[in-house]
């Protein structure tokens, strides 16, 4: 890189209910990455209290970074339309606005979830040349199927995860990619089972430039094997074995994706340390398990195990009570 293009852009987006995960996400990072020549982070509030803000803006600062405070405010009222997020938090729709809330200096940037670790150096990431693609990210193949068909894709096309972005924000300026989405997003009545996910991947496609897994590595992908992937999606052959067995060696980026969430009390992830020691180095050190799912994380850790020895098992079940799990946690924030 050269020039303005040596500074590297981080987007998160959060409310207050994710900060302290952001926090670990965010320290990981910095951590891993003092060689780069200049961060800046920007993060998407979503109502975020000033307090958190705060705390992350010194969590930066003690790195020698900046990080810049964007209010999205009320999400909903960017939307022409009403929209029905299936229970998953609204905060991951700020994501999409992000050409429109940044600064137009601010031409490339790296989107990250805050439920990511970051272990290892991401600039040969931000360096990747998007080949006249508007996002690079990592390929997802355990989607279920009637997800891709909601949004018009073919079993055997690429489906990508949002957790990990690296975005082309003066393409998505230039071509009026958020007006795209957001056409997308209501041509499917604002209610889509992935909502941002499957909004990129609907109005993106054939757009997204497919990256090494090592960049967003999902942790329940440690108990299936090349193979499997591959078979359920033949667009994965593009990923290739080598590259995957890589990714299970050293992440760059790992991804709590799915429910055996690190934070949770009785829960069996792998990668759990990695949280809880760049937890520990922030201000919400002290934040406590979750509680009230310990038995379910017993059963989870069992569903993991099944997945080496039979993992077409383990996908049925998955297939069959996916979409319950997602509408009740609906159902329990319509309550609240």
């Known amino acids: 890189m050269s020039g303005k293009e040596r500074r590297i852009n981080i987007i998160y987006a959060s409310n207050d209910g994710y900060a302290g995960h952001l926090a670990a996400s965010l320290c990981s990072l910095l951590d891993n990455n003092r060689q780069a020549e200049s961060i800046d982070i920007y993060l998407l509030s979503v109502g975020m209290c000033g307090e958190y803000q705060e705390r992350l803006k010194d969590l930066a600062a003690s790195f020698g970074r900046r990080l810049f405070l964007v209010e999205l405010g009320d999400l909903k009222a960017r939307f022409p339309y009403k929209i029905d997020t299936r229970g998953f938090d609204i905060s991951a729709m700020g994501r999409l606005f992000a050409p429109q809330v940044l600064p137009v200096s601010v031409e490339r940037a790296l989107y990250l979830d805050c439920d990511t670790i970051v272990c290892g150096s991401i600039l040969p990431l931000y360096e990747t040349k998007l080949k006249g693609c508007l996002a690079g990210m990592v390929m997802e193949p355990t989607v279920y199927r009637e997800m ?3 949004i018009g894709m073919r079993p055997e096309e690429p489906y990508f995860n949002s957790g990990m972005i690296l975005m082309d924000l003066k393409g998505w300026r230039r071509e009026g990619v958020v007006e795209k989405l957001l056409d997308f997003y209501g041509a499917h009545a604002g209610n889509l089972f992935a909502c941002d996910q499957d909004t990129i991947n609907g109005a993106l496609k ?13 942790t329940n992908y440690r108990y299936f094997s090349y193979e499997t992937l591959e078979r359920l999606c033949l667009a994965y052959k593009m990923v290739g074995r080598e590259e995957f067995q890589a990714a299970k060696r050293s992440p760059a980026v790992i991804h709590y994706l799915g429910d055996e969430r690190p934070w949770i009390r009785g829960n069996h992830n792998h990668y ?10 922030t201000p919400w050190r002290d934040l406590p398990p979750a509680e009230g799912k310990f038995l379910y994380m017993q059963l989870w850790w069992c569903f993991n195990q099944m997945t080496r020895v039979c993992p077409g098992l383990r996908l049925a079940i998955s297939r069959k009570l996916g979409m319950r799990v997602i509408d009740a946690r609906k159902t329990r924030k319509e309550r609240k």
């Open 272 to 281: 759990k340390p990695l949280y809880k020691y760049y937890l520990s180095k």
């Open 148 to 150: 891709k068909e909601t």
């Open 206 to 218: 054939g757009r997204i430039l497919s990256v090494s897994p090592r960049y967003n590595f999902f």
